[in-house]
């Protein structure tokens, strides 16, 4: 039976390159984007690699939240991997004092209260089907060449998250694994194109990512780096 996973972000990125190995891979992809006309050039360039469907989703927005859960619930009931990808960085050069209060709220939105109430709208979907909830994400420690606020203490807790839902699902017995993979520096949008010897294209980091997907390990309640050792957070 073809597997369906939702990717959000797919629109460009890392989640399209996503989205285009789980294709590959013979997944059905549903693209999630915030844009339609974004969304839709990029589904018709993924239907060339599979079975692509475009699915409005603004993780920013509580209500595009429940409609793309309602949405999904009634057309893929079948749904059985949820990659949370779509992030924003925030403002990466400020000091953390310096953020208005708004901004970081903003940030926070998307990195985690978005990707919390999505994975908690699809969560039925994913323990009917024994599914995977794949978050990306960054380690979270500052670093005095990393000190990027909005984006760490956002992404710190879809780490917790990670970890806590993980030991529930297994104290539970709920047939679902979450884990987080972490894919280093990657040349996107999100960092205006970085470059450098350390820095992976958006396919080499989409082939790390779902290869922890296709691997056919349990990964429940694992942080992974890129090189695929185990962070605490
Ligand atoms: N690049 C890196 O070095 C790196 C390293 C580690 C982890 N990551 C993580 O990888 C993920 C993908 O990042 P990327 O580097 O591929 O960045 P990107 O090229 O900027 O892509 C980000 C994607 O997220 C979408 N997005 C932003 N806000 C959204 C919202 N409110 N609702 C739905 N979608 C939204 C964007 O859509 P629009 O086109 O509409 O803006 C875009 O599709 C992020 O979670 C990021 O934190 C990136």
Redesign the pocket.
């Known amino acids: 039976m073809t597997k369906t996973a939702l990717v959000?972000?797919?629109?460009?990125?890392?989640?399209y390159e996503i989205a285009k190995r789980l294709l590959e891979s013979g997944f059905r992809v549903l693209v999630?984007?915030?844009?339609q006309e974004?969304g839709e050039t990029a589904v018709t360039a993924l239907q060339a690699f599979g079975d692509a469907h475009l699915i409005l989703?603004?993780?920013?927005d509580l209500n595009s939240v429940d409609n793309a859960v309602k949405t999904i619930t009634e057309n893929h009931p079948e749904l059985s991997l949820l990659v949370n990808?779509?992030?924003?960085?925030g403002d990466m050069h400020k000091v953390g004092w310096e953020f208005a209060v708004k901004d970081l709220q903003a940030t926070h939105q998307?990195?985690f209260i978005?990707p919390f109430a999505l994975s908690k709208g699809l969560l039925p979907l994913l323990i009917a089907n024994k599914g995977t909830i794949q978050n990306?994400?960054?380690p979270i420690e500052p670093l005095p060449y990393f000190n990027a606020f909005a984006y760490t203490t956002s992404?710190a807790p879809l780490n917790v998250m990670t970890k806590s839902w993980g030991m529930s699902f297994e104290k539970k017995n709920i047939p679902v694994e979450i884990f987080t993979v972490?894919?280093?520096?990657?040349s996107?949008?999100?960092?205006g194109r970085m470059t450098g010897d350390y820095v992976k294209t958006?396919v080499q980091a989409a082939e790390l990512i779902v290869n922890f997907v296709l691997d056919e390990e349990n990964h429940n309640g694992q942080v992974i780096n890129f090189d695929g050792t185990l962070s605490v957070y």
């Open positions: 959000t972000g797919a629109n460009k990125g890392i989640g999630g984007a915030r844009d974004r989703l603004d993780v920013a990808n779509a992030g924003i960085p998307v990195n978005g990306i994400s960054i992404k972490m894919p280093g520096a990657v996107t949008d999100l960092n958006p």
